[in-house]
């Protein structure tokens, strides 16, 4: 039976919102060990039986991570990663300080070897398919060798995730043509064209509505741009669509056409799934949104145990082959 270390004190409503959703995954047979301050966490846990670690200190959200992670030895989320490299746990999951997450989670498991640095990929709603979008908020500032690997890693979970071969590869840029583009995406798009990779060119915003390709690669401060607007504007036109038929559909039919669109809502619902992968590190950390409720913490869990399921660290290890 896999465990996931859950940092239960990483995100906006902790401890509270992420030991319901703990509570929730474990009525789903999902196991899970929670890190934080075990008197807290014990006062919303009731008569569950859920083990704690206890590592009491919080990082929040305007903390500095570098800083914080060197001075908060007992933090929540450095107990849950010491969870998974005692092997302990098989992954981690935290909804709090990403930045935290994603040093600590350097310090404590350990790069795969070649990657210089590590990135966050989010898998999102297309037209046809689930894509990938790598860096979505890791790396701020890159050079060109290194959104290259994200491409060769966002590639190889591609690969693993949505089981096809030679996933087809496009660069995030403000126009299609090889010329466009900052002086960082121009030489990206040299190294990627001439690699062993599927590239397929430079992508716009509005190819996601098309699946035109299977993993989107840019800088972490565009990525997160995008993925916060997608978002938002999925949110906007389920509100839009909500109102309009409220106002405007003959009431009885009302129920059956809001039936019919429940689908689409949860493909476009942010907390179904709330999890993107951290790839490059020595163990499997996934990364939810701040706000999640328990609902969210409960998906995002079984998200987890899905990609441990798919032996996902022994499979992506192979990655530094190509990097």
Partial sequence: MSTIAVDAMGGDSAPEEVVKGAILAKQEGIDVILSGDKNLILSYLGDEKIPIVDYPQVISMDEDPAKAIRTHKNSSILGALTLLKEKKADAVFSAGSTGATLIGSISVLGKIKGVIR???????PSSEKEVILVDSG?????????????????SKLAELLFDIKNPKIGLINNGEESTKGRDL???TYKLL??????FVGNVEGK???????????????????VLKTLQGVAKLQMNLIAESLKKN???????????????????????????SYLLGVNGLVIIGHGSSNAEAIKNALIFTNKAIEKKFISNFSDVSNEL
């Fill in 118 to 124: 590590p990135t966050i990929a989010s898998v999102i």
């Fill in 138 to 154: 890791a790396n701020l500032e890159v050079k060109p060798k290194i959104l290259y690997q994200f491409a060769v890693m966002g």
């Fill in 185 to 187: 995406e121009k030489s």
């Fill in 193 to 198: 064209n001439t690699s062993d990779l599927n």
């Fill in 207 to 225: 190819d996601f509505a098309n699946s035109k390709v299977d993993v989107y690669v840019t800088d972490g401060f565009t990525g997160n741009i």
């Fill in 249 to 275: 559909l003959f009431k009885p039919l009302l129920k059956p056409v809001k039936n019919a669109l429940s689908p689409v809502k949860k493909l476009l619902n942010p907390n179904s799934t709330n999890g």
